[in-house]
């Protein structure tokens, strides 16, 4: 079995083993939703309008606390380093969390969708693009989230710092995934979801072999 | 240690007095412009700030790679530097792009898409300051540091262009720089009075910051007799 | 001094000569030097007792010759590899019972240690992990989130977690810390058994009753400098005594 592979497994069956906490965190996810769309109101076409841009956020705020606990476990007993002495290649530990991160924030994403077409009457039909759009966005979430998350899990006041450090990075994949939703929902007669998807696509590529290569600096002393 | 005590202030003193002159010239003296009026003046002095707002930053990019790359303390001094003179100037730049915007759009931000990157950046960036301060081991910190400024700062392009596509669906807003054109003259002797500033400033920090990394490391300790003495990293410099 | 190879998993090579060597070691945290100028010499096959109070260095000692943590100076091999060039080469041959356990609370002990091995590249190896949990007295517990194991337990884990990398040099920090009885006698017949096999064995600990009983040579750390080597058998009363903790 590969490093990758290994690790990979390992996150998952990490995440399938406290698998409450997602559920917790979905249910912190919809509550913002619904938050959202108290500060509107109940006006039907306005809520539509904004609804890819609620979910996203939704989203974004979700992942920090998904970000943030995926490392609670490989530090509260320094299972990382365990890994990193036996010896475990640190890229292929990256990649494994990073990837096991970006299922389940796209796993979170697809379970607000219903919650986003109850509340804002924002639906679309193309449900395959607003897959791919999802996966996309949460890749992009997960590849510098994954990277500040072990590093923020070191440090103190973590939970300040993450927000801190990931929200202004992400920016073009808030902006990309929501105007691709947005799209999705409103409808696209120009056709321009698919630079919006390209531009997801470069960010993901930029920072999954960037964060990959840092990793190692992060947690290694 | 080199002594650098008068050339900060030398860079300094040169800087202001340059912007002295070179705002009074374009503030008081240069020509009015035809379409925009006096606002348009703001501009010799927030061009200066945005190219070296961009340099300070770029600055920092350079010191983040040098210190992952090479090591070595004065690296990540000079990154603090950098990174905190950034972050003041891309706050003066989020400000003067305000004053600009309001009488010209009746708004305070019309998400220009260059500003709109610096606010991010500015935003960005400082929070890499206070990453600076909740991490209390020195080497964790540099490194740390010097690992969030290079994630940063690649980011620039993608969020520049992300904002500016972002930008143009809805209509097409101009920034003082494209539509109005300047005397030259007093902008480039701005130009060099901010820089000169910056770099009288970031040589001031960078002492402040390797003084203060002195406090918080110990010196290798003193050593009775030594076989084979063979000191690596005596400044515990990551490889 | 030739070794021959450790029982089956051809994981561990032939060491010979110097199990660890180290010239000038110093480490600090922030303005305090943990370790200071720390040079010595272990031989292939020998168990050595480091002793000292808390604080002393004991902990930072092993980090650094396991490379879990870099030296500020000075210089180190283990089995025969560098470890600040070559730290891949040194993990693949040393392991480390740390303070710290390294498993995962959600996890089951058979799960831990299945996830050690699929990095160690025996992740078919289903049977050695039951036996390994075995020996160390988990075999009821194996799957049992670690969440529910007391203390001891933990360690125990550790401890086959530790067997299964089959090192040529083992490091463990306080071992005996949180056993019960029949854990200590656990921990001495597994010393016995690796210093059987050839490993070589570095012991923190401040048991010197049992330090000195099964140990060749202690050394003893005082403020992070060695303030004295020599056989464990004569190793002095007070070097554990008292002292700051930690």
């Given at each position: 079995?590969?490093?990758?592979?290994?690790?990979?497994?390992?996150?998952?069956?990490?995440?399938?083993?406290?698998?409450?906490?997602?559920?917790?965190?979905?249910?912190?996810?919809?509550?913002?939703?619904?938050?959202?769309?108290?500060?509107?109101?109940?006006?039907?076409?306005?809520?539509?309008?904004?609804?890819?841009g609620?979910?996203?956020?939704?989203?974004?705020?979700?992942?920090?606390?998904?970000?943030?606990?995926?490392?609670?476990?490989?530090?509260?007993?320094?299972?990382?380093?365990?890994?990193?002495?036996?010896?475990?290649?640190?890229?292929?530990?990256?990649?494994?969390?990073?990837?096991?991160?970006?299922?389940?924030?796209?796993?979170?994403?697809?379970?607000?969708?219903?919650?986003?077409?109850?509340?804002?009457?924002?639906?679309?039909?193309?449900?395959?693009?607003?897959?791919?759009?999802?996966?996309?966005?949460?890749?992009?979430?997960?590849?510098?989230?994954?990277?500040?998350?072990?590093?923020?899990?070191?440090?103190?006041?973590?939970?300040?710092?993450?927000?801190l450090?990931?929200f202004p990075l992400?920016v073009p994949?808030l902006l990309?995934?929501?105007?691709?939703?947005?799209?999705?929902?409103?409808?696209?007669?120009?056709?321009?979801?698919?630079?919006?998807?390209?531009?997801?696509?470069?960010?993901?590529?930029?920072?999954?072999?960037?964060?990959?290569?840092?990793?190692?600096?992060?947690?290694?002393? | 240690?080199?002594?650098?005590?008068?050339?900060?202030?030398?860079l300094g003193g040169l800087g202001i007095a340059l912007l002295l002159w070179g705002s009074t010239w374009g503030l008081l003296f240069a020509p009015r412009e035809a379409y925009m009026g006096d606002v348009q003046r703001i501009m010799y002095v927030h061009v200066p700030t945005a190219w070296n707002a961009m340099l300070a930053l770029t600055f920092a990019f350079?010191?983040?790679?040098?210190?992952?790359?090479?090591?070595?303390?004065?690296?990540?001094?000079?990154?603090?530097a950098a990174i905190e003179v950034g972050v003041v100037l891309s706050t003066l730049l989020c400000m003067q792009g305000a004053i600009w915007a309001k009488p010209t759009w009746g708004v305070w931000w019309d998400w220009d898409p260059r500003l709109t990157t610096m606010a991010v950046l500015l935003f960005a960036f400082g929070g890499i300051l206070a990453?600076?301060?909740?991490?209390?081991?020195?080497?964790?910190?540099?490194?740390?540091?010097?690992?969030?400024?290079?994630?940063a700062y690649?980011d620039v392009p993608i969020v520049y262009f992300s904002v500016k596509w972002w930008n143009s669906l809805h209509q097409m807003q101009s920034s003082p720089e494209t539509v109005s054109r300047a005397f030259h003259w007093p902008l480039r002797i701005n130009a060099f009075g901010v820089l000169l500033l910056v770099a009288g400033l970031i040589?001031l920090r960078?002492?402040?910051?390797?003084?203060?990394?002195?406090?918080?490391?110990?010196?290798?300790?003193?050593?009775?007799?030594?076989?084979?003495?063979?000191?690596?990293?005596?400044?515990?410099?990551?490889? | 001094?030739?070794?021959?190879?450790?029982?089956?998993?051809?994981?561990?090579?032939?060491?010979?000569?110097?199990?660890?060597?180290?010239?000038?070691?110093?480490?600090?945290?922030?303005?305090?030097?943990?370790?200071?100028?720390?040079?010595?010499?272990?031989?292939?096959?020998?168990?050595?007792?480091?002793?000292?109070?808390?604080?002393?260095?004991?902990?930072?000692?092993?980090?650094?010759?396991?490379?879990?943590?870099?030296?500020?100076?000075?210089?180190?091999?283990?089995?025969?590899?560098?470890?600040?060039?070559?730290?891949?080469?040194?993990?693949?041959?040393?392991?480390?019972?740390?303070?710290?356990?390294?498993?995962?609370?959600?996890?089951?002990?058979?799960?831990?240690?299945?996830?050690?091995?699929?990095?160690?590249?025996?992740?078919?190896?289903?049977?050695?992990?039951?036996?390994?949990?075995?020996?160390?007295?988990?075999?009821?517990?194996?799957?049992?989130?670690?969440?529910?194991?007391?203390?001891?337990?933990?360690?125990?884990?550790?401890?086959?977690?530790?067997?299964?990398?089959?090192?040529?040099?083992?490091?463990?920090?306080?071992?005996?810390?949180?056993?019960?009885?029949?854990?200590?006698?656990?921990?001495?017949?597994?010393?016995?058994?690796?210093?059987?096999?050839?490993?070589?064995?570095?012991?923190?600990?401040?048991?010197?009753?049992?330090?000195?009983?099964?140990?060749?040579?202690?050394?003893?750390?005082?403020?992070?400098?060695?303030?004295?080597?020599?056989?464990?058998?004569?190793?002095?009363?007070?070097?554990?005594?008292?002292?700051?903790?930690?």
């Open positions: 079995m590969s490093a990758l592979a290994a690790a990979l497994r390992k996150d998952l069956l990490l995440q399938w083993r406290t698998r409450a906490q997602v559920v917790a965190i979905f249910v912190f996810g919809a509550s913002a939703l619904l938050l959202f769309s108290f500060a509107i109101g109940p006006h039907a076409a306005a809520l539509r309008q904004h609804a890819a609620f979910l996203w956020l939704a989203l974004l705020l979700s992942s920090t606390l998904a970000l943030a606990e995926s490392f609670q476990s490989e530090m509260e007993h320094r299972a990382l380093e365990g890994l990193l002495l036996l010896p475990a290649d640190a890229r292929a530990l990256y990649y494994g969390k990073a990837i096991a991160n970006a299922l389940q924030l796209t796993l979170l994403g697809v379970a607000l969708v219903p919650v986003m077409v109850v509340l804002y009457d924002a639906g679309t039909a193309r449900l395959p693009a607003l897959l791919g759009i999802i996966v996309l966005g949460s890749a992009g979430l997960s590849a510098p989230g994954t990277l500040y998350a072990a590093m923020t899990a070191q440090a103190r006041a973590r939970q300040t710092l993450l927000p450090l990931l992400v994949v990309a995934a929501v105007k691709a939703t947005s799209l999705l929902i409103l409808g696209d007669p120009m056709g321009q979801i698919r630079s919006w998807a390209v531009l997801l696509v470069s960010f993901n590529a930029i920072y999954w072999s960037l964060c990959g290569l840092l990793f190692e600096r992060v947690v290694e002393d | 240690m080199r002594d650098y005590s008068t050339r900060p202030y030398a350079a010191c983040a790679l040098f210190f992952l790359l090479r090591g070595g303390w004065e690296w990540d001094a000079r990154l603090e990453l600076r301060q909740f991490v209390d081991d020195p080497v964790k910190r540099a490194v740390w540091s010097a690992v969030a400024v290079v994630i690649v040589d960078t002492r402040l910051a390797a003084l203060r990394r002195e406090g918080e490391l110990a010196a290798p300790p003193v050593v009775a007799e030594r076989a084979t003495p063979a000191p690596i990293g005596a400044a515990g410099g990551t490889p | 001094m030739h070794l021959t190879p450790r029982r089956g998993t051809g994981r561990t090579s032939a060491v010979t000569g110097l199990a660890v060597e180290a010239e000038g070691l110093g480490r600090r945290y922030g303005r305090r030097w943990a370790l200071r100028d720390v040079s010595l010499a272990i031989p292939v096959g020998s168990v050595v007792m480091l002793a000292g109070r808390n604080g002393s260095g004991k902990s930072t000692l092993l980090r650094v010759l396991a490379t879990a943590i870099r030296a500020d100076l000075g210089t180190a091999r283990v089995a025969l590899h560098d470890v600040r060039t070559e730290r891949r080469e040194v993990r693949k041959r040393v392991a480390l019972l740390a303070h710290h356990s390294h498993h995962y609370e959600a996890l089951t002990p058979r799960e831990n240690l299945a996830i050690a091995a699929s990095f160690l590249g025996r992740e078919g190896d289903r049977p050695r992990l039951l036996a390994l949990l075995g020996r160390v007295g988990l075999a009821d517990r194996a799957d049992d989130p670690v969440s529910t194991l007391s203390a001891g337990m933990r360690k125990r884990l550790a401890l086959a977690r530790v067997l299964l990398q089959d090192a040529a040099v083992l490091f463990l920090d306080e071992p005996y810390g949180e056993l019960d009885p029949p854990g200590f006698h656990l921990l001495d017949r597994v010393i016995g058994e690796l210093r059987a096999g050839g490993a070589t064995v570095i012991v923190a600990t401040h048991l010197l009753e049992r330090g000195r009983a099964l140990c060749d040579r202690a050394l003893v750390l005082e403020e992070g400098r060695l303030v004295w080597s020599g056989p464990a058998a004569e190793v002095p009363e007070d070097a554990a005594a008292g002292g700051p903790t930690s």
